[in-house]
């Protein structure tokens, strides 16, 4: 089992211009092999403000061989609030020519989905950009109602929208783990890209089909709601698709939005484009959760006053738009 932020920490993230939002999140990601594996294939990133599940596909270990290429490339975006989607597709299509080399010949080949999300900024108000290629999901859980931001690239999924079957039909469909859309196996990646608003409440999951496979999305919305904090929902949703059936590898990633706050001033020593504010560490010091940091990453540029300053009484729904 790999774990990621075992702590449950609670992090602020904020540009490292002055006068700009400070984002308070916290987040936890987890994967195990699953009931019926021998190996992992997936691989997963939490490092801000990239996080990422990638399952890998392919024979022997060339399933785990490509989901690490990909995860490998996208965690040079680490810092860097300046992402652009042309910048996530160019990384991906590195990631294809990793995998041919890492991999080498295989009968089978070697492939992976990737979802994931990035903090960015548009209009000098932050915001999630949310990618994907296969049937790896990007959930968000807001004001008690569960959404499935992205959409599958799957051969069952094309049916469900020709009206050629049910949802319930898909389930059991023979070709129901048969992917349209891969990173590797030779093809250029084509992912899907959502903008999707970043505001407190937030509860974002990501998660490899393994997880989806096992749980309902009436399941998943349940464990989302009455679970306090990231690492336990995070753990929970693990624990009920081993409890179901476990099929497959299980990968999870839970994100928590605290809050987006008023304009501060950072002060801060940017290095290697990421700053930590040690002005801010005695406020961190009260928060009630452990193992807090404050980090400052660099931004697209300033904000102004008008966009800083909104009132915070007021916490619009969320809504994605896709490119």
Known sequence: MTVHGENASRRRLAFAEGGEPEIELSWYGITVVGNRRDANQDSFLTVPPVFAVADGMGGHSAGEV??????????????????????????????VDDIEIDAGDTELGAGTTVTGVVISAEDDAPVWKVFNIGDSRVYQYFKGALSQITVDHSVVQHLIDTGAITEEEAEVHPHANVITRAVGLGETPVPDHTTLALIPGQRLLICSD????????IGIQ????????????????????????GRDNVTVIVIDVHAVGDV????????????????????????????????????????????ATSDPGVTPEPEATSN
Do not use: C, H, M, W
């Open 264 to 307: 501060i001033d950072t002060g801060s020593l940017v290095q290697s484009g990421i700053a930590l504010d040690l002005a801010e560490a005695g406020d961190a010091a009260e928060e009630e959760e452990e193992d807090i940091s404050v980090v400052s990453v660099p931004s697209e540029s300033p904000a102004t006053e008008a966009s």
């Open 66 to 95: 490509a989901s690490a290429a990909v995860v490998r490339r996208l965690n040079e975006l680490a810092g860097d609030l300046k992402v652009t989607d042309d910048d996530i597709l160019e990384l991906l299509t590195q990631a």
């Open 210 to 217: 393994g997880l989806t496979k096992e749980l309902t999305d």
């Open 222 to 245: 349940y464990f989302l709601s009455t679970q306090p904090t990231a690492e336990r929902a995070a753990r929970t949703l693990v624990e009920q698709a081993l409890g179901n059936a």
